[in-house]
């Protein structure tokens, strides 16, 4: 899987090996005009130059394009295949940990991955990393990132390639007199409630006339409306922020050594939302030395990331507060409950709990530390070398002060107040050796990588709470009084061992043809004792027609290449005790009253023969470049994932009616194009054009029945039964009919729907004039549906909190005969446009700056998120708000 | 660098299969690392013995539930055991039930049979010897036993078929069953397993000198509780509950003499079962000491299940109640039953929150009372055993046969049998009505009248309205489960 590093070095050390590059991809995506033309220099030179991954490849240039600073959106954007499902709801959180996605469709049973949701592997410089240590890169670090979907490059990650690899390069210092960069951001943001169209006071108190309902009383009724008190709580919890980001890189070297020094900070930046706060700190140290054909390089980082928020509740949950309530206690303080005394409902008040003490605070410190070595045999042979050790420590604390609104209920001597802690650590360890080979003979050319790697990680969280706090500012685990009674102690630990072994071939012959091949073995810990070595292939052949002697005459057609792909990749999605007999204590289940005699019983029936999950890839892709203007890829896709996890039945003899098993095949089939143009051309003036966009369609191909029955037997009830023909995604809606006076359910649930877009996409437009950039950048979707939850509250909401405005209107809030249930109408069609970027950049001229002793100063000002319009009207970010915000960017070097 | 390769080559090699077969660390542990300790075995014993409660076993269905409906005791109060008490198996609860004990039963049979492969094959050396024994013991002893109610459930019964090839005998955990036994291959495994059962707890087993009363550490077999466990005379009176099942009276005769060695064996006051005598029990109003083997409960647990069945509103006893108890003086007709009200006599108190069990030591050394027991084999149904398994051997001297009925009778405070027995020409043949009168008086509520009738192959059982019920051999025998069709009960 780490091959691509190999080839990297191969890359620079040897010429002859950029045949190798094939592994790496291309980009394609909305590049802006190239000045020097690299990669068509060294295609004329050496005539080799497949390209026929259909992974995509996004440069650092295309990332600040649409987004200077944060790296999930700007990849997000770009790569269409992309789907979250957590995005509607966490807005613009700064705190949330992004990276659950899934590439090219879902490959997993819907509750599977609602309990613990796919993500791909990310990968920096080679090297495992979690998540969240990904994303909490430095944009400006970032070379560029390889979204791995082509079946040949899944194939070489094996066991972890399923569900999609994520990569990124990280700038490499170069040669030359020590430069010191540095950038500069500033944002301000403020949130988006444009989705928020919410009731005032007067028309909460009439619509709770109107339903012949009260607050309480009809005297609290009339303090509500007299008092005349309107709060906007949305406004109350939310605040335009200002935040910056600095960044100094120093660097420079020789023929022998190269050095790179950088250091980061963004000093406690608040979040949109009250309370919110995030803090990055992070300095790294780079050193390369080389010794002829020896390279040896080693870079650490240390960063520490700490984020804050005060509410406990979800931004949704403060939205429904009606606004008739005061939140001040008319003496200059905040009420700690709002509501008259006889009415029904108390509410609790944020304004309240953001002047106490409590926080949840998340502390993150990751050492990174990559060594990589090179060594050049000759005769086209290279040996390359990598060992990482990645460790991460995360503290989460979690404050509730005895004073929060949550105690007003609790009768007196009851412990209030509670610090919980959470303390989880991940370190692995991962080495990896590789032998590369690459000749030419004729008009062949030909490569081979064997490569061997070992992977060692250890996971471990603690969790533990006290309660019984006496004063507000006493906020540690130091002043509770005993544990939390709710809440056990809690801990784990797992260890991910993976060894493998990569067997790749390459072979072109004219530059017309080329076949490669890849094998991985894996032997790991997270496998069946019965299934504990795992071999992945990868084929893949391409054809060069513009190379053919019958497209000569055809100039213009720069490059027209086909290529047809076919790969297995793998994922563990089963736990230790599916595949061996674990016990467990029976701590709440004593055997002898009193006598504490516990009994340790067997989890489950095991399934030692339990399979990983295989994902069988195929692609056809087809990438035309014309006349250099016009550069068109188009990816087909058909992908199965089998061997997924499900129960099968086993004989009640075996004292178990099931157990967990492998069956079931999900497809995924689609088509993905990226198109980009330059519509204009001169010196010192240019337009590009770029659109991308993808289509996906999941299907259940084959459901076992047993497995079928035993899932949508206990469907929540948002979730939505499995149906062979259908998608895992689908939405499923009750249907009802409205007489004009009552709504009547008239049938039981039935899919209506599936949440995957028909097409998803973006477009834009970059323009160069003189020392100005300006970019646009818009992302789309069209069609799929979703379950407007919006229009659910609307229907069924309790009056006596703040609604949307449309139940005021009949049309929307009908009576209702039954119990509320998720009718067919809430799912709605989806169309939306996203207005995600605006940039307009400045370079000054080298000469006007040199005074000032500059090499290169460059301004831009990013506006993100500036509109967005869809076809369904409902709240979004109902967890955190989503943002619009204005960057200010400055790069410098010195 | 290949000297670095050919390193990790060889620590790859060597320690290969340790290195992968590391195992998590969280809300359970694999078994090879759980058994590496002594006492995890007790623990997992101690875990069958829970299940064994569970409301489709011995917490309900086998005792109060399904089965004593079955067996006609009372009226079903409740549509729940409608089906149950006219043995309708087409009925989808009645089925339904009867899967879960299937599974559940099967289920206790497999944590039995990971824990012998474990117990057999351990390196661990056990402190004490006679534990390890005590242990085994308990497993074999346990799996023969629930084979074996397995069997008289799911089998035609002996009598009539025993060539009947139906469930398989478990005896390896795993996702497959071993193909389906007759009858008569079925009880030899059983007998098989009870006898090495046997061979393992006699000797070691505390329960030969009763109870001591000294304090017990942490982890050791607490004499005081041997009755909870399948102890060695609980081994020998399944045995006796087996033989006689297949009609070797004198092998059920000499099994059921050995388990009366207690009363002999060890002072009453250090006994861990004997005959209650009346006065003697207090609040133990189902005669736990009676039980030679118990299922322990939890307060919330079986006695408010019982409470819910029983209790006020509850099923309504036998319509012949007033010929079971001829006597009043009976003890149990004075304190199991309501009989305030003549028409609507309930069993509100044998089993239930008021039923405790006395006399019992917490680990801190204070009083603990515990709540009643489910019954697994008593004392009564060994005395009845012996009497009929004499009885039935010609050239049996009714007075030596019916010795066990009488010390039954005399603990019950009736003299019915003793007065009868001065008549010279009362037979063995006789005697076995007074058996099947026993047969009706003492299990109320424990589910084991049923399985007296199956055994006889009775054609009609009196049916607890006053009407006579039909039998058949089909109708005595469950239905074995075919595959789950209740996919999502565990």
Same mark, same amino acid.
């Given at each position: 899987m780490k091959q691509i590093y190999h080839l990297n070095f191969a890359l620079v050390l040897r010429?002859?090996? #950029?045949?190798?590059? #094939?592994?790496c991809g291309t980009a394609l995506a909305?590049?802006?005009? /190239?000045?020097?033309?690299d990669s068509v220099l060294l295609r004329r030179t050496y005539?080799?130059?497949?390209? %026929? $991954? %259909?992974d995509l490849v996004i440069t650092a240039a295309q990332l600040r394009a649409v987004n200077p600073v944060n790296l999930w959106d700007a990849i997000s954007f770009y790569e269409p295949s992309i789907g979250t499902a957590w995005e509607d709801s966490q807005? !613009?959180?700064?705190?949330y940990g992004a990276g659950e996605m899934t590439l090219r469709g879902s490959k997993r049973w819907g509750r599977d991955e609602a309990i613990k949701p796919a993500r791909p592997v990310y990968v920096i410089d080679g090297a495992l990393v979690d998540a969240r240590k990904f994303f909490d890169m430095?944009?400006?670090?970032?070379?560029r990132i390889i979204i791995r979907k082509d079946p040949v490059s899944l194939a070489r990650f094996g066991i972890r390639g399923a569900d999609g690899v994520v990569e990124m390069e990280t700038y490499k210092p170069v040669k030359g007199a020590m430069k010191i960069r540095y950038c500069f951001d500033g944002i301000v943001e403020w949130a988006d409630l444009s989705s928020y169209d919410l009731m005032s006071s007067s028309e909460g108190i009439d619509l709770l006339q109107r339903e012949g309902l009260t607050t309480g009383s009809a005297a609290s009724m009339q303090h509500y409306r007299e008092s005349g008190v309107n709060t906007d709580w949305l406004r109350e919890l939310t605040r335009p922020v200002f935040s910056h980001r600095h960044k100094i890189t120093i660097d420079g070297g020789d023929d022998h050594v190269k050095y790179a020094l950088t250091g980061r900070i963004s000093p406690a930046n608040k979040g949109v939302l009250r309370g919110s706060e995030k803090e990055i700190l992070g300095i790294g140290a780079y050193i390369e030395y080389r010794y002829k054909s020896f390279r040896i390089s080693n870079e650490l980082t240390y960063d520490k990331v700490q984020t804050d928020s005060?509410?406990?509740?979800s931004f949704g949950d403060y939205a429904r507060?009606?606004?008739?309530? *005061?939140?001040?206690?008319?003496?200059g303080g905040y009420l700690k409950e709002m509501g /008259?005394?006889?009415?029904v409902l108390q509410f609790e008040n944020p304004l309240y709990e953001l002047s106490l003490g409590s926080y949840h605070r998340n502390k993150t410190y990751s050492i990174f530390d990559n060594v990589r070595l090179s060594l050049d045999l000759g005769a086209g042979f290279a040996l390359q070398g990598r060992f990482s050790y990645v460790r991460d420590q995360i503290r989460t604390d979690t404050y509730v002060s005895p !004073? $929060?609104?949550?105690?007003?209920?609790y009768p007196a001597g009851t412990y209030t107040g509670r610090y919980g802690i959470a303390r989880s650590a991940t370190q692995s360890f991962e080495g990896q050796l590789g032998l590369t080979y690459a000749g030419r003979w004729g008009r062949s050319s030909f490569g081979a990588t064997l490569s061997a790697d070992l992977f060692s990680g250890t996971y471990n969280m603690e969790s533990y709470a006290g309660v019984g706090i006496t004063?507000?500012?006493?906020?540690?685990?130091?002043?509770?009084? !005993?544990?939390?009674?709710?809440?056990d102690p809690y801990a784990w630990r797992y260890y991910d061992r993976t060894a493998g072994g990569t067997l790749s071939a390459h072979y072109a012959f004219d530059d017309r043809y080329e076949v490669q091949a890849t094998a991985r073995l894996d032997r790991s810990s997270m496998l069946a004792p019965e299934k504990r070595t795992a071999l992945f292939y990868g084929l893949s052949v391409a054809w060069?027609?513009? +190379?053919?002697a019958f497209a000569?005459?055809?100039?213009?057609?720069?490059r027209l290449t086909l290529a047809a792909a076919v790969g297995t990749s793998g994922a563990v999605d089963a736990a230790n005790s599916d595949y061996v007999v674990s016990y467990s204590s029976?701590?709440?289940?004593?055997?002898?009253?009193?006598?504490?005699l516990l009994g340790s019983s067997i989890v489950c029936m095991p399934n030692p023969a339990l399979k990983w999950r295989t994902g069988v890839n195929r692609s056809l892709s087809l990438q035309a470049d014309i006349a250099r203007r016009l550069q068109l890829r188009v990816n087909y896709y058909c992908n199965d994932s089998k061997d997924l996890l499900t129960v099968a039945p086993l004989d009640l003899a075996t004292g178990y009616r099931y157990n967990v098993s492998n069956g079931g095949r999900i497809r995924n089939t689609g088509v993905e194009y990226y198109l980009n143009a330059r519509v204009y051309e001169r010196p010192d003036f240019s337009i590009a054009l770029f659109t991308a966009g993808s289509h996906n369609r999941n299907r259940i191909e084959s459901l076992p029945d047993f497995f079928a029955a035993w899932y949508n037997g206990?469907?929540? +009830? +948002?979730e939505a039964p499995l149906v062979e023909?259908? !998608?895992?995604?689908a939405l499923c809606g009750v249907p009802s009919t409205f007489d004009g006076t009552t709504e009547r359910v008239t049938g039981p649930s039935a899919i209506v729907?599936?949440? =995957?877009?028909?097409l998803k996409g973006n477009f834009g437009v970059s323009v160069n004039w003189r020392q100005f950039t300006f970019g646009a950048a818009f992302d789309y979707r069209i069609g799929g549906s979703v379950f407007n939850t919006t229009l659910y509250d609307v229907q069924?909401?309790?009056?006596?909190s703040n609604l949307d405005?449309?139940? #005021?209107q009949r049309d929307y809030r009908h009576a209702f005969e039954g119990e509320p249930v998720r009718l067919s109408r809430f799912v709605e069609r989806l169309d939306a446009l996203n207005f995600s970027s605006l940039q307009v950049g400045y370079r000054f001229r080298s000469e006007k700056i040199e005074k000032i002793w500059l090499r290169n100063l460059a301004l831009y000002v990013t506006c993100n998120n500036l509109f967005y319009r869809s076809s369904v009207d409902m709240q979004r970010g109902t967890s955190y708000p989503f943002s619009r915000n204005v960057t200010l960017s400055l790069r410098a070097t010195f | 660098m290949k000297k670095i390769c050919i390193l990790l080559a060889c620590a790859v090699s060597v320690s290969c299969n340790d290195w992968f077969g590391i195992s998590p660390d969280g809300t359970s542990v694999t078994e090879d690392r759980f058994f590496r300790n002594e006492n995890a075995y007790l623990n997992a014993l101690t875990d069958i013995y829970t299940q064994l409660r569970a409301e489709s076993l011995y917490g309900g269905t086998?005792?109060?539930?399904e089965v004593e409906f079955m067996g006609q005791n009372f009226q079903p109060?409740?549509?729940?055991?409608a089906a149950a008490g006219v043995l309708d198996y087409s009925d989808a609860t009645f089925a339904a039930a009867i899967e879960q004990t299937y599974v559940d039963m099967y289920r206790a049979i497999a944590s039995c049979n990971n824990l012998i492969d474990h117990i057999e094959h351990t390196q661990v050396v056990f402190n004490d010897k006679s534990r390890k024994r005590i242990i085994t013991g308990e497993l074999y002893g346990l799996r023969g036993a629930l084979h074996f109610e397995l069997l008289r459930l799911f089998h035609p019964a002996y009598a009539v078929n025993p060539n009947f090839v139906g469930l398989p005998y478990m005896t390896r955990f795993g996702m497959t069953a071993s193909a389906g036994l007759s009858t008569t291959a079925f009880l030899e495994q059983v007998l098989n397993d009870l006898d090495r059962a046997a061979k393992e707890l006699?000797?070691? *087993?505390p329960i030969f000198s009763g109870f001591s009363l000294s304090s017990v550490l942490p982890g050791e077999i607490d004499s005081r509780l041997r009755t909870f466990c399948m102890n060695y005379y609980a081994v020998q009176a399944v045995r006796a509950r087996v033989c006689l099942y297949m009609g070797d009276y004198p092998q059920a005769a000499a099994c059921a003499e050995e388990v009366f060695e207690h009363q002999t064996l060890v002072e009453k006051r250090y006994r861990l079962f004997y005959f209650f005598a009346p006065g003697e029990y207090g609040d133990d109003l189902s005669f736990s000491?009676?039980?030679?083997f118990g299922i322990s409960t939890m307060p919330e647990g079986f006695p408010e299940f019982t409470e819910a069945l029983y209790g006020e509103g509850g099923a309504v006893v036998t319509s012949d109640y007033a010929e079971i108890f001829p006597?009043?003086?009976d003890t149990r007709y004075r304190d199991?039953?309501?009989?305030?009200?003549p028409d609507r006599v309930l069993m $509100?108190?044998?089993?239930?929150?008021e039923s405790v069990l006395n006399g019992y030591l917490s680990t801190g050394g204070t009083e603990n009372v515990l709540p009643c027991r489910a019954p697994f084999i008593k004392l009564g149904e060994v005395a009845l055993i012996h009497a009929e398994a004499l009885a039935r /051997?010609?050239? %049996? +001297?009714v007075a030596t046969a019916a010795a066990r009925i009488l010390e039954l009778q005399q603990a019950r405070d009736i003299t019915e049998l003793s007065e009868r027995l =001065?008549?010279?020409?009362? %037979?063995c043949e006789d005697l076995l009505e007074y058996v099947e009168r026993e047969y009706r008086r003492d299990f109320f509520g424990e589910g084991q009248l049923f399985f007296y009738y199956k055994r006889l192959n009775r054609t009609t059982m009196p049916k607890s309205d006053g009407t006579e019920l039909e039998m058949t051999s089909e109708r005595y025998t469950w239905p074995i489960p075919a595959v789950s069709v209740h996919a999502n009960q565990l």
């Amino acid at each position: 899987m780490k091959q691509i590093y190999h080839l990297n070095f191969a890359l620079v050390l040897r010429p002859v090996s #950029l045949l190798l590059t #094939l592994l790496c991809g291309t980009a394609l995506a909305a590049t802006p005009p /190239q000045r020097s033309g690299d990669s068509v220099l060294l295609r004329r030179t050496y005539r080799v130059e497949p390209k %026929t $991954s %259909t992974d995509l490849v996004i440069t650092a240039a295309q990332l600040r394009a649409v987004n200077p600073v944060n790296l999930w959106d700007a990849i997000s954007f770009y790569e269409p295949s992309i789907g979250t499902a957590w995005e509607d709801s966490q807005g !613009s959180s700064p705190l949330y940990g992004a990276g659950e996605m899934t590439l090219r469709g879902s490959k997993r049973w819907g509750r599977d991955e609602a309990i613990k949701p796919a993500r791909p592997v990310y990968v920096i410089d080679g090297a495992l990393v979690d998540a969240r240590k990904f994303f909490d890169m430095d944009i400006n670090d970032v070379r560029r990132i390889i979204i791995r979907k082509d079946p040949v490059s899944l194939a070489r990650f094996g066991i972890r390639g399923a569900d999609g690899v994520v990569e990124m390069e990280t700038y490499k210092p170069v040669k030359g007199a020590m430069k010191i960069r540095y950038c500069f951001d500033g944002i301000v943001e403020w949130a988006d409630l444009s989705s928020y169209d919410l009731m005032s006071s007067s028309e909460g108190i009439d619509l709770l006339q109107r339903e012949g309902l009260t607050t309480g009383s009809a005297a609290s009724m009339q303090h509500y409306r007299e008092s005349g008190v309107n709060t906007d709580w949305l406004r109350e919890l939310t605040r335009p922020v200002f935040s910056h980001r600095h960044k100094i890189t120093i660097d420079g070297g020789d023929d022998h050594v190269k050095y790179a020094l950088t250091g980061r900070i963004s000093p406690a930046n608040k979040g949109v939302l009250r309370g919110s706060e995030k803090e990055i700190l992070g300095i790294g140290a780079y050193i390369e030395y080389r010794y002829k054909s020896f390279r040896i390089s080693n870079e650490l980082t240390y960063d520490k990331v700490q984020t804050d928020s005060k509410l406990f509740g979800s931004f949704g949950d403060y939205a429904r507060i009606p606004a008739w309530l *005061d939140p001040n206690d008319g003496r200059g303080g905040y009420l700690k409950e709002m509501g /008259q005394e006889d009415d029904v409902l108390q509410f609790e008040n944020p304004l309240y709990e953001l002047s106490l003490g409590s926080y949840h605070r998340n502390k993150t410190y990751s050492i990174f530390d990559n060594v990589r070595l090179s060594l050049d045999l000759g005769a086209g042979f290279a040996l390359q070398g990598r060992f990482s050790y990645v460790r991460d420590q995360i503290r989460t604390d979690t404050y509730v002060s005895p !004073s $929060s609104w949550r105690y007003a209920s609790y009768p007196a001597g009851t412990y209030t107040g509670r610090y919980g802690i959470a303390r989880s650590a991940t370190q692995s360890f991962e080495g990896q050796l590789g032998l590369t080979y690459a000749g030419r003979w004729g008009r062949s050319s030909f490569g081979a990588t064997l490569s061997a790697d070992l992977f060692s990680g250890t996971y471990n969280m603690e969790s533990y709470a006290g309660v019984g706090i006496t004063t507000d500012k006493m906020g540690y685990i130091s002043f509770t009084q !005993s544990y939390d009674f709710d809440t056990d102690p809690y801990a784990w630990r797992y260890y991910d061992r993976t060894a493998g072994g990569t067997l790749s071939a390459h072979y072109a012959f004219d530059d017309r043809y080329e076949v490669q091949a890849t094998a991985r073995l894996d032997r790991s810990s997270m496998l069946a004792p019965e299934k504990r070595t795992a071999l992945f292939y990868g084929l893949s052949v391409a054809w060069n027609i513009a +190379e053919e002697a019958f497209a000569e005459r055809a100039e213009w057609l720069e490059r027209l290449t086909l290529a047809a792909a076919v790969g297995t990749s793998g994922a563990v999605d089963a736990a230790n005790s599916d595949y061996v007999v674990s016990y467990s204590s029976n701590i709440d289940n004593e055997y002898i009253y009193n006598y504490y005699l516990l009994g340790s019983s067997i989890v489950c029936m095991p399934n030692p023969a339990l399979k990983w999950r295989t994902g069988v890839n195929r692609s056809l892709s087809l990438q035309a470049d014309i006349a250099r203007r016009l550069q068109l890829r188009v990816n087909y896709y058909c992908n199965d994932s089998k061997d997924l996890l499900t129960v099968a039945p086993l004989d009640l003899a075996t004292g178990y009616r099931y157990n967990v098993s492998n069956g079931g095949r999900i497809r995924n089939t689609g088509v993905e194009y990226y198109l980009n143009a330059r519509v204009y051309e001169r010196p010192d003036f240019s337009i590009a054009l770029f659109t991308a966009g993808s289509h996906n369609r999941n299907r259940i191909e084959s459901l076992p029945d047993f497995f079928a029955a035993w899932y949508n037997g206990s469907l929540s +009830e +948002e979730e939505a039964p499995l149906v062979e023909g259908e !998608s895992v995604n689908a939405l499923c809606g009750v249907p009802s009919t409205f007489d004009g006076t009552t709504e009547r359910v008239t049938g039981p649930s039935a899919i209506v729907g599936t949440s =995957e877009p028909d097409l998803k996409g973006n477009f834009g437009v970059s323009v160069n004039w003189r020392q100005f950039t300006f970019g646009a950048a818009f992302d789309y979707r069209i069609g799929g549906s979703v379950f407007n939850t919006t229009l659910y509250d609307v229907q069924f909401g309790d009056a006596r909190s703040n609604l949307d405005r449309r139940a #005021l209107q009949r049309d929307y809030r009908h009576a209702f005969e039954g119990e509320p249930v998720r009718l067919s109408r809430f799912v709605e069609r989806l169309d939306a446009l996203n207005f995600s970027s605006l940039q307009v950049g400045y370079r000054f001229r080298s000469e006007k700056i040199e005074k000032i002793w500059l090499r290169n100063l460059a301004l831009y000002v990013t506006c993100n998120n500036l509109f967005y319009r869809s076809s369904v009207d409902m709240q979004r970010g109902t967890s955190y708000p989503f943002s619009r915000n204005v960057t200010l960017s400055l790069r410098a070097t010195f | 660098m290949k000297k670095i390769c050919i390193l990790l080559a060889c620590a790859v090699s060597v320690s290969c299969n340790d290195w992968f077969g590391i195992s998590p660390d969280g809300t359970s542990v694999t078994e090879d690392r759980f058994f590496r300790n002594e006492n995890a075995y007790l623990n997992a014993l101690t875990d069958i013995y829970t299940q064994l409660r569970a409301e489709s076993l011995y917490g309900g269905t086998l005792t109060v539930g399904e089965v004593e409906f079955m067996g006609q005791n009372f009226q079903p109060g409740t549509t729940r055991y409608a089906a149950a008490g006219v043995l309708d198996y087409s009925d989808a609860t009645f089925a339904a039930a009867i899967e879960q004990t299937y599974v559940d039963m099967y289920r206790a049979i497999a944590s039995c049979n990971n824990l012998i492969d474990h117990i057999e094959h351990t390196q661990v050396v056990f402190n004490d010897k006679s534990r390890k024994r005590i242990i085994t013991g308990e497993l074999y002893g346990l799996r023969g036993a629930l084979h074996f109610e397995l069997l008289r459930l799911f089998h035609p019964a002996y009598a009539v078929n025993p060539n009947f090839v139906g469930l398989p005998y478990m005896t390896r955990f795993g996702m497959t069953a071993s193909a389906g036994l007759s009858t008569t291959a079925f009880l030899e495994q059983v007998l098989n397993d009870l006898d090495r059962a046997a061979k393992e707890l006699k000797g070691v *087993d505390p329960i030969f000198s009763g109870f001591s009363l000294s304090s017990v550490l942490p982890g050791e077999i607490d004499s005081r509780l041997r009755t909870f466990c399948m102890n060695y005379y609980a081994v020998q009176a399944v045995r006796a509950r087996v033989c006689l099942y297949m009609g070797d009276y004198p092998q059920a005769a000499a099994c059921a003499e050995e388990v009366f060695e207690h009363q002999t064996l060890v002072e009453k006051r250090y006994r861990l079962f004997y005959f209650f005598a009346p006065g003697e029990y207090g609040d133990d109003l189902s005669f736990s000491r009676e039980h030679i083997f118990g299922i322990s409960t939890m307060p919330e647990g079986f006695p408010e299940f019982t409470e819910a069945l029983y209790g006020e509103g509850g099923a309504v006893v036998t319509s012949d109640y007033a010929e079971i108890f001829p006597d009043t003086h009976d003890t149990r007709y004075r304190d199991w039953f309501d009989n305030s009200q003549p028409d609507r006599v309930l069993m $509100s108190r044998k089993f239930g929150t008021e039923s405790v069990l006395n006399g019992y030591l917490s680990t801190g050394g204070t009083e603990n009372v515990l709540p009643c027991r489910a019954p697994f084999i008593k004392l009564g149904e060994v005395a009845l055993i012996h009497a009929e398994a004499l009885a039935r /051997q010609a050239g %049996t +001297e009714v007075a030596t046969a019916a010795a066990r009925i009488l010390e039954l009778q005399q603990a019950r405070d009736i003299t019915e049998l003793s007065e009868r027995l =001065e008549d010279p020409a009362f %037979t063995c043949e006789d005697l076995l009505e007074y058996v099947e009168r026993e047969y009706r008086r003492d299990f109320f509520g424990e589910g084991q009248l049923f399985f007296y009738y199956k055994r006889l192959n009775r054609t009609t059982m009196p049916k607890s309205d006053g009407t006579e019920l039909e039998m058949t051999s089909e109708r005595y025998t469950w239905p074995i489960p075919a595959v789950s069709v209740h996919a999502n009960q565990l």
